[in-house]
């Protein structure tokens, strides 16, 4: 049976009860073998956990997450965090200070997830395609506000006859390329207008706004690179806002963000939200391009090491691709490639994973006695968001205690 409505703990029950029998009787099932209950989960300790295992240090999180609202807040903009970083209700809860403050997702089943966690305004910021308009519009008709993105004059025409047919309004948001050039319209082209005049002249859409992402920070060495894009992030924005404005076109929400512009951008005049998503976690990435230091990053995975092999002077753990993701790292500042970080080991080198198997080396002959066969280490991962995303269920850690298990949503 296809369960339509996730149970989510400590959330009132407004599912249908034959879904909710079911989830009953599969967690039940599950517990007998192996899962366990919430009061277990809280008496252990980190050594006890399987590994491979996705740990969140709660207190790290919620430093991560209360500095970067400080950081909305002074700067006089909406925080609309990006939740693919950990797809949990949970973090998303602590990250907004109430259910009605917005979110970005990046899929539509993200969206479907918030929207039966309660979460009433999300903007899935991925370019919409005419294959999505069936959710979309169920979306638009269930949330508050739910907003969607174009950057194609052909799809836009699509989303309007989608509209007529259906007789639905969208909430549209074009999307720009401040840079990066991944996505987006360029703002300096005349179709840039020409798809706003689209979008506003249309019954069907709604324009709500213009949305960018600088991807292009994470090319960057340090702060004061990061700053120069976080400028261009806003001066682009500010600027095509102006042009409409000229056009007799108003903005009600210009949106920028990406954690590490989220971090250092000197100022964010003009614009309204930012969207940074990997701050909750932050990862070796983002310690590399000076975004947090290393001991921030909230998010490990646990891992043991499984043999020595002092004739190649290396150690072999069972954290693989499939629990680190295989992410290069900043290999535009150390071109030696590492597949993480060892907490707490700066010269012990993740330097090669297959699918399960990972293998460390180092520069000096390692101390073989120091991480006996079976003993833990914690790998910080490069991409915290991909790492994440290969569990089916998070470890809430304090110090060397489990303190409850998160299960993240997944699927397209
Ligand atoms: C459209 C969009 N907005 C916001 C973000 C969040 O940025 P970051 O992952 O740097 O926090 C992303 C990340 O890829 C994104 O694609």
Redesign the pocket.
């Known amino acids: 049976m296809e369960l339509k409505k996730p149970w989510i703990p400590g959330q009132a029950r407004n599912d249908d009860t034959q879904a909710f029998v079911v989830l009953y009787w599969q967690r039940r099932h599950e517990s007998r073998n192996g899962n366990r209950n919430r009061k277990e989960i809280a008496s252990m300790k980190i050594a006890e956990l399987k590994t491979p295992a996705f740990l969140v240090d709660l207190p790290k999180l919620k430093t991560n997450i209360r500095r970067m609202q400080e950081r909305a807040v002074k700067q006089g903009v909406r925080l609309r965090p990006?939740v693919?970083?950990h797809k949990t209700a949970e973090i998303a809860r602590l990250q907004v200070s109430d259910k009605a403050s917005g979110i970005?997702v990046?899929t539509l089943a993200e969206a479907h997830f918030f929207q039966k966690a309660g979460f009433d305004d999300i903007t899935y910021?991925f370019p919409i395609t005419p294959n999505k308009l069936d959710e979309a519009a169920d979306l638009t008709r269930r949330l508050a506000h739910f907003h969607i993105l174009i950057d194609q004059l052909a799809t836009a025409r699509a989303v309007e006859t989608y509209g007529r047919d259906n007789h639905v309004c969208f909430s549209v948001l074009l999307k720009v390329d401040c840079g990066y050039h991944r996505a987006g319209v360029d703002p300096a082209s005349p179709e840039s207008i020409q798809l706003v005049d689209e979008i506003q002249s249309s019954r069907h859409m709604r324009f709500s706004g213009i949305l960018t992402?600088a991807?292009h920070s994470y090319r960057c060495r340090n702060r004061k690179e990061v700053m120069a894009v976080a400028r261009q992030e806003r001066d682009v924005m500010v600027a095509f806002a102006a042009r409409l404005k000229q056009s007799g076109i108003g903005c009600e929400t210009v949106s920028v963000?990406?954690?590490?512009t989220a971090v250092h951008a000197p100022g964010w005049r003009g614009v309204t939200e930012i969207?940074?998503?990997?701050?909750a976690f932050f990862d070796k990435f983002q310690a590399d391009i000076g975004s947090c230091r290393l001991g921030e990053a909230a998010a490990t995975v646990l891992t043991t090491v499984a043999a020595h092999y002092p004739q190649h002077n290396q150690l072999l753990i069972d954290a693989g691709a499939l629990a680190l993701s295989k992410d290069p790292g900043a290999v535009h500042i150390d071109d030696r490639v590492v597949y993480g970080a060892v907490r707490g080991h700066p010269g012990l080198r993740l330097f090669s994973i297959s699918q399960e198997h990972g293998l460390i080396n180092s520069e000096a002959p390692i101390a073989f006695n120091d991480f006996p066969v079976g003993s833990l280490m914690q790998i910080i991962p490069n991409h915290s968001?991909l790492t994440a995303a290969l569990f089916d269920r998070y470890h809430v850690v304090e110090e060397n205690r489990v303190i409850n298990e998160w299960r993240p949503m997944r699927g397209w």
Do not use: D, E
């Open positions: 990006h693919k970083t970005t990046s910021a992402h991807g963000g990406s954690t590490p969207r940074p998503g990997n701050y968001c």
